[in-house]
């Protein structure tokens, strides 16, 4: 059924024209080089260029600054040599025009009538902003509060089940409702959020930054900062100062 109708189109439908509506979503088709093809209109102004011609036919690592667009390289060239999708990856950007911004992005192989990848499709979504004002986010507020104040001995999901009043199912659906991330996601944000605060704001030494956010050790903070950003937090400090 639907690849009569497919095929009755008189144009390829890549939903360029149905995601450039959407202003919280980044969309792109990509071929096996890791260039783009296709790109929605908030791809292109997130890039701070003024028209997708701009942006097509080149890779990541071509249109950022280094090292900013290595690591979305290195994503793609993963999906594209393994046939793996990525999903769900919860990412902090850092855009042309300096800010920040929580996304979760999926990437998924295109492969040809043979089984051959012969590119990639994705998209990253900001994350949305909950409704504070509901009874559903009142239920764990105060589990939250507690995480927030506490990020240098940061609670683990259990200790928060017991202060939300729920079963740590409970609370991790509840999460995923409001904010569209599971407890240890939320908390790692939570942490990585403080930590990037710091390395922008002040002039304190990563090592101490590291205990702030919870990390005894600085190498292992440095792992989960660059799984997040694609950077250490040196170089993070330094993309920051430049911008």
């Known amino acids: 059924m639907i690849s009569e109708l497919l095929s009755q ?31 929605n209109q908030t791809f292109v102004e997130r890039c701070g260029v003024r028209d997708k011609q701009d942006v097509l036919g080149y890779t990541a690592e071509q249109l950022m600054r280094p090292p900013l667009g290595a690591r979305f390289t290195a994503q793609d060239q993963q999906v594209l040599r393994t046939g793996r999708p990525l999903l769900s990856q919860l ?5 042309s025009s300096g800010t920040v911004g929580w996304c979760m992005t999926t990437k998924l192989p295109l492969k040809g009538q043979g089984g051959k ?4 499709v994705g998209i990253s979504q900001d994350l949305r902003l909950p409704n504070y004002d509901t009874d559903e986010y009142g239920h764990i507020a105060t589990a939250l509060e507690f995480a927030e104040k506490n990020l240098s001995s940061p609670p683990s999901v259990d200790e928060l089940a017991v ?33 990037q605060r710091l390395l922008s704001d002040t002039e304190l030494p990563i090592a101490t930054i590291a205990l702030e956010a919870g990390y005894s050790d600085q190498s292992a903070f440095t792992r989960q900062f660059r799984v997040a950003t694609g950077l250490s937090p040196r170089e993070y400090r330094s993309v920051r100062d430049q911008g």
């Open 9 to 39: 189109l008189d144009e390829p439908f890549t939903g360029e024209a149905l995601f450039d509506h959407l202003s919280d979503s980044v969309f792109f088709i990509k071929n096996t080089e890791g260039k783009y093809l296709v790109v």
């Open 91 to 95: 990412e902090l950007h850092l855009y």
């Open 163 to 195: 202060i939300a009043k729920m079963s740590r199912y409970q609370l991790d659906r509840r999460m995923r409702r409001i904010f569209g991330l599971t407890v240890g996601q939320w908390l790692m944000k939570a942490r990585i959020d403080l930590a």
């Open 117 to 120: 990848v012969i590119g990639l």
